[in-house]
């Protein structure tokens, strides 16, 4: 766009027609043409890449359609997601480990062969009366091996279950049992059971806390009475007494075992994500990474299954096993893992009880002891540490996205249209200047302009700002509204809103102006929230375009403009004698030109040419062209030695000054640039 007026240019065709000064080897004193050229109003468009802001009407006039954005909200942070657990820490004595379960078991045989002839008196499978035996057992010794489930434990907290179970066909009185580490004798525990009838079990659990057992133990049953029996009874040689001995509710402060792979820990949890106003049920996810950070002083490597269901990508559910490494120093390990592409379930756990929910997600999470198959030591002290970070760059979200409101400082917006333009004045005949809103989210929005001007930096007036639009609104401070986006049958393309501002300003690009200020305030759900579901694609937002349709039909008053090209009049072997510049103009368009000659560091050497008048086109009572206009520049006797650059400055005007003049496509400008070369021989 910043080539607006270069059509009108006299030196512009040349500068953008892509020439060199050639090297001749003819002789001295001849004139080489370098340039010949016919350019018309669109070669020059082309040229200089601005056809995609050009139109052509059926007058043949060309008008001009500019599109520059202002506002675009897809980098503001409208939904970034940012969670952190808080530190979880679970030590050895709030782990229950698996239950130690040992069973013994005394057959009627085997009380039958320590009778005398007891096998003559009470042959197997026969009916026979059992009398009254006082201390049928008596001091009997079981050794208790527990090796295959640890060494020896000192434990925080314990049960020592019994059940004796009599499957004898008589009762069983005055039992006496003791338990004993073997290694040192220590007393574990006593029971006593005055009477336990045929058939039935009895139980006794007793704490173990604070004790310490060893992986060899000593039951001893110090005394058993038989009852009499009613009656004759089956002798069954299987009949036994069945004793079972558990350690249940174990939570140890230091044990030394082979542990096996035992489950230390399961989190079924809920997470809720603080996301302002919003109520999402779902989140894709753009970018996004959980961080695991874990630390474990246990001497085996704990093995972490974590398993978010409601985090599907190609419909599956992201679970992932990793191992923390044993670490003395209770140093973290930290665990990345990538979520891009995912997409994020709010509504809780599946099937959840009290119904969906939102901004929540559900995982599961498993700490397993792994098996070394070595003899470990483990202490109350030894624990696990854990807390995990969720980082997530949405790229859409669906639910109520909020009623939030969102500040957009003040932006410079740079405006290159009239870069080349230092001072003048243009009179624009027709300016339609419009601001369009363009709404790609799936709430109702308001946008208020609070700033919005437009300023020259290199003059001294002050800004303009674009006041009042068609309907009397002062748009600065206006709320405007426009409805919400929807998609296409629930999916993707988003059928856009577009709210479109109409002014008036032709004042605003009469000054030329180089930068606009803006700032505004967006809210959404203005009105609260509603019963439609809500979505928004963060890539593509809330837009806000300034856009200019101008037919090229203006009056132009000393209106000056610049610009440098590389042109390379030095050489080692030759000079320029004379150079020629012949100019057709077709274009209704007079100027006075200024030739500045420069090096290669834009450092001025020489002004060559000042105020050189050139003539516009000859022109009807219509302001139509009738004929060209030619004009010669001959530069001669000159040194042109270190000339790498040409600053060309043109002030431009109308040829009649009170009325506008059309440019139409047809209008086209020739070009001739010759030089007479001089050989330098050596």
């Not at 109003?41 to 056809?51: L, V």
């Not at 970070?389 to 009239?418: C, H, M, V, W």
């Amino acid at each position: 766009m910043k080539n607006l007026l270069y059509f009108i240019l006299v030196l512009f065709v040349f500068i953008s027609c892509k020439h060199e000064l050639e090297r001749p080897s003819w002789e001295t004193d001849n004139i080489i043409p370098l340039v010949n050229s016919k350019m018309t109003i669109n070669d020059i468009i082309i040229d200089n890449g601005y056809s995609n802001y050009f139109d052509i009407d059926s007058n043949n006039i060309i008008t001009l359609k500019y599109n520059s954005e202002l506002i675009n909200t897809n980098n503001i942070d409208l939904l970034g997601i940012e969670s952190t657990n808080k530190e979880k820490t679970f030590t050895i004595d709030s782990v229950q480990f698996d239950d130690v379960e040992i069973n013994y078991l005394l057959s009627i045989e085997d009380v039958i062969n320590d009778i005398p002839f007891g096998t003559i008196l009470f042959p197997n499978g026969s009916q026979r009366e059992i009398p009254q035996l006082p201390s049928i057992i008596q001091d009997d010794t079981i050794l208790i091996d527990a090796s295959e489930y640890f060494e020896t434990m000192t434990l925080y907290n314990g049960n020592l279950n019994f059940k004796f179970t009599n499957n004898f066909p008589t009762d069983l009185s005055n039992i006496v049992f003791s338990l004993y580490n073997a290694n040192n004798q220590n007393l574990i525990a006593n029971i006593n059971i005055s009477m336990l009838q045929s058939g039935e079990t009895y139980s006794e659990t007793l704490s173990v806390a604070g004790e310490t057992i060893d992986y060899l133990m000593t039951g001893i049953i110090h005394n058993i009475d038989l009852e009499q029996s009613n009656g004759l009874v089956l002798i069954n040689y299987d009949d036994d007494i069945i004793s079972n001995i558990s350690i249940s509710d174990i939570q140890i402060m230091e044990a030394t075992a082979y542990f096996p792979n035992q489950l230390l820990h399961q989190e079924l949890v809920e997470q809720s994500f603080d996301i302002g106003s919003a109520r999402l049920t779902e989140l894709g996810i753009k970018n996004g990474e959980v961080i695991i950070n874990a630390a474990s002083s246990l001497p085996d490597t704990i093995s972490v299954i974590y398993i978010i269901p409601s985090l599907t990508k190609n419909n599956k559910p992201f679970e992932v096993l990793v191992k923390i490494p044993p670490n003395i120093n209770n140093n973290y390990t930290e665990l990345n893992f990538n979520f891009d592409g995912y997409v994020m379930n709010l509504e809780g756990k599946e099937g959840r009880s009290g119904g969906d929910t939102v901004n929540t997600i559900y995982s599961e999470m498993y700490l397993y002891l792994d098996s070394t198959g070595e003899l470990e030591t483990i202490n109350k002290v030894d624990s696990f540490k854990l807390f995990n970070q969720f980082i997530i760059t949405p790229e859409y979200a669906r639910g109520y996205i909020g009623n939030d409101t969102f500040n957009i400082e003040t932006i410079d917006k740079e405006i290159s249209l009239f870069n080349n333009i230092h001072s003048g004045e243009i009179l624009l005949e027709k300016l339609d200047l419009n601001l369009t809103i363009k709404n790609n989210v799936g709430s109702d929005a308001k946008i208020i302009f609070n700033e919005l001007n437009f300023d020259n930096t290199n003059d001294n007036n002050p800004p303009i700002s674009l006041n009042i639009d068609k309907d009397g609104n002062n748009i600065i401070g206006y709320p405007y509204m426009i409805e919400r986006a929807s998609l296409t049958d629930g999916n993707l393309p988003v059928i856009p809103k577009f709210l479109e501002i109409e002014t008036q300003s032709t004042e605003i690009l009469e000054m030329f102006p180089n930068k606009v200020n803006i700032s505004s305030t967006i809210i959404l759900n203005p009105n609260v929230q509603t019963s439609v579901s809500d979505f928004i694609f963060l890539d593509n937002t809330i837009e806000a375009n300034i856009e200019a349709s101008m037919p090229l039909s203006f009056v132009a008053k000393k209106l000056e403009i610049s610009k440098i090209f590389d042109a390379d009049l030095s050489s080692n072997n030759r000079s320029v004698e004379e150079l020629i510049i012949t100019i057709d103009n077709g274009i209704p368009l007079q100027a006075k030109l200024e030739v500045i000659l420069m090096d290669s560091e834009s450092n001025i050497l020489d002004t060559l040419i000042t105020n050189h008048f050139i003539y516009s086109a000859i022109t009807s009572e219509d302001d139509l062209v009738i004929s060209n206009n030619e004009s010669v520049i001959s530069i001669s006797d000159y040194n042109f030695d270190n000339v790498k650059k040409v600053k060309i400055n043109s002030t431009f005007n109308t040829s009649n000054l009170n009325n506008s003049v059309d440019i139409y496509n047809h209008y086209e400008m020739g070009v001739k640039l010759s030089a007479r070369f001089k050989q330098i021989i050596e």
